[in-house]
T-cell receptor
Framework: DSGVTQTPKHLITATGQRVTLRCSPR?????VYWYQQSLDQGLQFLIQ???????AKGNILERFSAQQFPDLHSELNLSSLELGDSALYFC???????????FGPGTRLTVL | AQKVTQAQTEISVVEKEDVTLDCVYE???????LFWYKQPPSGELVFLIR??????QNEISGRYSWNFQKSTSSFNFTITASQVVDSAVYFC??????????????FGTGTRLTVIP
């Protein structure tokens, strides 16, 4: 158990819908990262937050957004969902930006 | 540009055999970090090891060992006396020392290891 929690574990929804994925980092970790794992794209970095502020952006679609709250938990919002958004979404956390990233169990999103 | 190549897509070995997973990376940074993660069938990503670019000392941890060679930009992972529980997808990852503060990982495409009993 990495100490990073993600909810829900599974999510099934329809095209055009909006969902929110939630992540709680390990105790003491200030950085939160979101990654997407799909069959065709592999593991791709989406976005990083550090202590509530956006630190870096990767290949994150405009339909996707995220935030990190004062209690350091983070949410990834996916809107106008398409079939191609079906993937495993991981959250990771680290103490600061340079520390090892520990991953949560992931949220498997299925868009029908 | 940052890139990690894991040329071996799938490897099958018989239990108790040794197996080496290859990882080659590309980066222009002089300081960077390399990682190996394991993704068992249950799906989570488990951290195995982290190595920084200025420490080329090889490491052994139980049945696992890592061979970091800067000259060939490789960071290979060997499992000795493989066991069925080692069956998983293994990812090599690179984290450059980005001065902007971005610390995301660049992952390889993974190597699926199957250990046959």
């Amino acid at each position: 158990d990495s100490g990073v929690t993600q909810t829900p574990k599974h999510l099934i929804t329809a095209t055009g819908q909006r969902v929110t994925l939630r992540c709680s980092p390990r105790s003491g970790d200030l950085s939160v990262y979101w990654y997407q794992q799909s069959l065709d794209q592999g593991l791709q970095f989406l976005i990083q937050y550090y202590n509530g502020e956006e630190r870096a952006k990767g290949n994150i679609l405009e339909r996707f957004s995220a935030q990190q709250f004062p209690d350091l938990h983070s949410e990834l919002n996916l809107s106008s969902l398409e079939l191609g958004d079906s993937a495993l979404y991981f959250c990771a956390s680290s103490m600061d930006g340079t520390d090892t990233q520990y991953f949560g169990p992931g949220t498997r999103l299925t868009v029908l | 540009a940052q890139k990690v190549t894991q040329a071996q897509t799938e490897i099958s070995v018989v239990e108790k055999e040794d197996v080496t997973l290859d990882c080659v990376y590309e980066t222009r940074d002089t300081t960077y970090y390399l990682f190996w993660y394991k993704q068992p069938p249950s799906g989570e990503l488990v951290f195995l090891i982290r190595r920084n670019s200025f420490d080329e000392q090889n490491e052994i941890s139980g049945r696992y060992s890592w061979n970091f060679q800067k000259s060939t930009s490789s960071f290979n992972f060997t499992i000795t006396a493989s066991q069925v529980v080692d069956s998983a997808v293994y990812f090599c990852a690179l984290r450059p020392n980005d001065q902007t503060g971005a610390n995301n990982l660049f992952f390889g495409t993974g190597t699926r290891l199957t250990v046959i009993p």
